[in-house]
């Protein structure tokens, strides 16, 4: 059975939410598939708190 990469990231997001009832989450799904594509997908549930990094946004992995 075939999935999309968005829907597959969705429904991890809602399934963490369901069980844990953030204020705020994020997910990030990183899939390198066959034939060398690679896609990521973000996605969030909520407002991003300020407090993460003093702006009101968090660093990505990679970033500083």
Same mark, same amino acid.
């Given at each position: 059975r075939g999935a999309f990469h968005?829907?597959?990231?969705?429904q991890i997001l809602d399934d963490l939410v369901a069980a844990t009832q953030p204020l705020w989450m994020e997910v990030? &799904?990183?899939?390198?598939?066959?034939?060398?594509i690679h896609t990521v997908v973000r996605c969030t549930h909520g407002a991003?708190?300020?407090a993460l990094d003093g702006? &009101?946004?968090a660093p990505r992995r990679g970033e500083r």
């Open positions: 968005e829907a597959v990231t969705n990030e &799904g990183d899939f390198y598939v066959r034939g060398g991003r708190p300020a702006t &009101g946004s």
